[in-house]
């Protein structure tokens, strides 16, 4: 089945710094990637919506400055968190879809700002 | 706003088969029902998705009221690995985002 990999799974970073996570969608062309954040116990809140070669559409009251994303090609999307901070830290999760009905996830990738 | 209402949390004894509903009172014509888990510090895992008729596959199956109002996830025979919370999207398919609720927390007890 189409397959999401997104990287890092986990990152550890000092506050103050930029940190860098790809999504990739492996056998497959994704026309639009999704971003997601997710606290602990409590669902997945839609970040922004990512168009390959367009600027990214991003939700009300989400930092497009502090939440950088670049959607490149047809099988990556880089989220940028810049000048990361302690209340940054948390799951980020990445979505592609392939054109059809379905959408599929990444595993993931936890951040935690020191 | 997630477009879904589901309970918040459900137990189910292993070996039996779970029934996970959803109401989606508003949902339109065009828009189809999916469900997914997600298994403690994981990406959210696709089960199955459907528009009118009963869908199945090899995880589960959904049956879609005539009305479409509501919808029911079975997992038919349930293990210790289907513990998750599971997830009821309408979504009008391609490139439509998804809006997560808040899900039902399946418990599988031995």
């Known amino acids: 089945g189409a397959v999401v990999s997104q990287h890092p799974s986990r990152v550890i970073c000092k506050s103050g710094t930029s940190v860098k996570i790809e999504c990739r969608s492996l056998?497959?062309?994704?026309?639009?990637m999704f971003w997601y954040r997710q606290f602990p116990k409590q669902s997945l809140m839609l970040m922004a919506t990512?168009?390959?070669?367009?600027?990214?559409?991003?939700e009300q009251g989400v930092e497009k400055d502090k939440f950088l994303i670049n959607h490149a090609s047809l099988t990556l999307s880089t989220l940028t968190v810049t000048s990361a901070h302690p209340e940054d830290s948390s799951f980020y999760i990445c979505?592609?879809?392939?054109?059809?009905?379905?959408?599929?996830f990444g595993s993931g990738t936890q951040l935690s700002v020191l | 706003d997630a477009k879904t209402t589901q309970p918040t949390s459900m137990d189910c004894a292993e070996g039996r088969a779970a029934n996970l509903p959803c109401n989606h009172s508003?949902?339109?014509?065009?828009?189809?029902v999916y469900w997914y888990r997600q298994i403690h510090s994981q990406g959210p895992q696709y089960i199955i998705h459907?528009?009118?008729n009963n869908e199945t596959n090899e995880m589960a199956s959904l049956i879609i009221t005539e009305d479409r109002k509501s919808s029911t996830l079975i997992l038919p025979h349930a293990t210790l690995r289907d513990t998750a919370v599971y997830y009821c999207i309408v979504r009008v398919a391609r490139d439509d985002k998804i809006i997560f609720g808040k899900g039902t927390r399946l418990h599988i007890l031995p």
């Open positions: 990512s168009n390959e070669g367009s600027k990214a559409t991003y």
């Open positions: 056998d497959f062309q994704a026309t639009t």
């Open positions: 459907g528009l009118k």
């Open positions: 979505s592609a879809t392939r054109g059809d009905e379905k959408l599929f």
């Open positions: 508003t949902i339109s014509g065009n828009e189809y």
